[in-house]
Antibody, heavy 122, light 107 residues
Framework: QVQLVQSGAEVKKPGASVTVSCETS????????IHWVRQAPGQGLVWMGI????????TYARNFQGRVTLTRDTSTATVYMQLSSLRSDDTAVYYC???????????????WGQGTLVIVSS | SYVLTQPPSVSVDPGKTARITCGGN??????VHWYKQVPGQAPVLVTY???ARPSGIPERFSGSNSGSTATLTISRVEAGDEADYFC??????????FGGGTKLTVL
């Protein structure tokens, strides 16, 4: 069965960087794009970016350009999200989600990671 | 940037029909996806491409998109349907965008 398992909660100081991992299994890793979505406490969902695990190509949301980097390791079927220059308003749950379309960005998230809480506090 | 507008809350009696709307410019030209999120859990896809339903989602959940508004309709509402619901579309000015969410309360 398809699974996305994310790394554990993080506490970071303002200005630091955080890396969240998303280990996938149960399907062909290179066939489905992975998206990242975050949710601040009590707030809605915000799209951050997408990675094509096959070629490593990425697209980032304008609001995160220059601060977010998505990478992948095909040997472990894992995608990484790094967010730099952290601010207090980056405190949120970060989700990875698999696109249901094959080799296409359909924005359809049938499978999600469990979420990773990142707290930014001095 | 593109904005999707949802009502903050909708209340419905058990067994009745709930309708959650999602408005935006040129909505009729867009494909809308809907997610259900119980607090503390990851979202769950309930409909996609306006009206398609993933396997495992009850037929009580249906989606439509016409005019300037997309609608998620939940028939014969049950207590377990109580959750936050988010719509999602793609727009060239903003990439993937989510609505602000609607809290469905089952009375």
């Amino acid at each position: 069965q398809v699974q996305l398992v994310q790394s554990g909660a993080e506490v970071k100081k303002p200005g630091a960087s955080v890396t969240v991992s998303c280990e996938t299994s149960g399907y062909t890793f290179t066939s489905h794009y992975i998206h990242w979505v975050r949710q601040a406490p009590g707030q809605g969902l915000v799209w951050m970016g997408i990675i094509n695990p096959g070629g490593g190509f990425t697209t980032y949301a304008r609001n995160f350009q220059g601060r977010v980097t998505l990478t992948r390791d095909t040997s472990t079927a894992t995608v990484y999200m790094q967010l730099s220059s952290l601010r207090s308003d980056d405190t949120a749950v970060y989700y990875c989600a698999r696109d249901s379309e094959v080799l296409r960005d359909g924005g359809i998230y049938e499978f999600w990671g469990q979420g990773t809480l990142v707290i930014v506090s001095s | 940037s593109y904005v999707l507008t949802q009502p903050p809350s909708v209340s419905v009696d058990p067994g009745k029909t709930a309708r959650i709307t999602c408005g935006g410019n040129d909505m009729e030209t867009k494909s809308v996806h809907w997610y259900k999120q119980v607090p503390g859990q990851a979202p769950v896809l309930v409909t996609y491409y306006n009206s398609a339903r993933p396997s495992g989602i009850p037929e009580r959940f249906s989606g439509s998109n016409s005019g300037s508004t997309a609608t998620l309709t939940i028939s014969r509402v049950e207590a377990g349907d109580e959750a936050d619901y988010f719509c999602q579309v793609w727009d060239s000015s903003s990439d993937w965008v989510f609505g602000g969410g609607t809290k469905l309360t089952v009375l």
